[in-house]
């Protein structure tokens, strides 16, 4: 579906996802392999033969991403490719990283969502942008997601609220046993965070946890860390790169989510390129003594929020 969407004309296959080339309709796109493949041209052999200056007549790409907002099926998103000198939309992209505090070569970033979804595809290459080296998992799994914090020295991430769901329902024990002080900016879409969830992760990472919604209709609005805690529960944010206006019929429809009515408008809107504030780093020890009403008892789901989103 991908291939076909996307209209590619270069298939690179890593060697450990050979089986999937069974299913792959190959009659339009040329095969690379990353490793060793039977029957399949080696990507290093196939570049061997070729010069390694940097091309004279060089164009920007675009991102093609999959979401399933709004309909509840997958669907792909197409841009117009942009225009310009490579390096210099490159630049441009990395505004996006400085919406969420992604410091130029701070990384590493945590990849541990797929990364065909339109959410993880966006800040990992906000990332890339801001030359933050990626630590892909081929699958999440909430200690082995520690472990790599520790051993790699995380400093960003992307992650939705399930994930954080897991990560707390790991035993005090297992928690305790890993650094995760190098933590600097996790975000999380996708879903409403429950207030005592965020709260707890807060409380054990410290300040770090980011929030945001919408972004692949062209718009989002960011709850930072920081204003979250100044007003805990749940909130959607301010806008970034937009401007945003919602109404209701009545104050009782705004609040059960009736009959509302959003508009989001780009426009000529330009990013600010603002450097928010960097978070104080905080001990395992302080960061609980400051948050120390979170409490946090994990349940079989962490999909609804405590209270109606605003």
Known sequence: MILEHSGAKVL??????????????????????????????????????????????????????????????????????PAGDVGQVANDSALFGRAFDFRPFDGPMLVSTGMFHGGPHSYYMGGLHVSHALVIMSKFDPEETLQLIEKFHIRSGYMVPTQLHWLMKLPDEVRDQYDVSSLHSIVHSAAPCPRPLKEALMAWWGPVVWETYGGMEGAATIAKPQRWLEKPGPSA????????????????????????????????????????????????????????????????TSSSPTGPRT
């Open 12 to 81: 690179i296959v890593g060697e450990r996802y050979a089986g999937l080339l069974d299913v792959v309709d190959r009659s339009s796109v040329a095969v690379l392999a990353v490793g060793t493949i039977e029957g399949v041209p080696s990507l290093a052999e196939a570049r061997a033969v070729h010069p390694q200056a940097v091309p004279d007549d060089r164009t920007p790409g675009g991102l093609f991403v999959y979401t399933s907002g709004t309909t509840g099926k997958p669907k792909g998103i197409r841009r117009p490719i």
């Open 237 to 300: 944010g301010r806008s970034r790169v937009c401007a945003c206006s919602s109404s209701t019929t009545t104050a009782t429809s705004c609040r059960r989510a009736r009959s509302a009515t959003s508009t989001w408008r780009t426009g000529s809107a330009s990013p600010t390129t603002t450097t928010p504030t960097r978070p104080p780093r905080r001990s395992r020890a302080s960061a609980s003594a400051s948050a120390t009403s979170a409490t946090w008892t994990p349940t079989a």
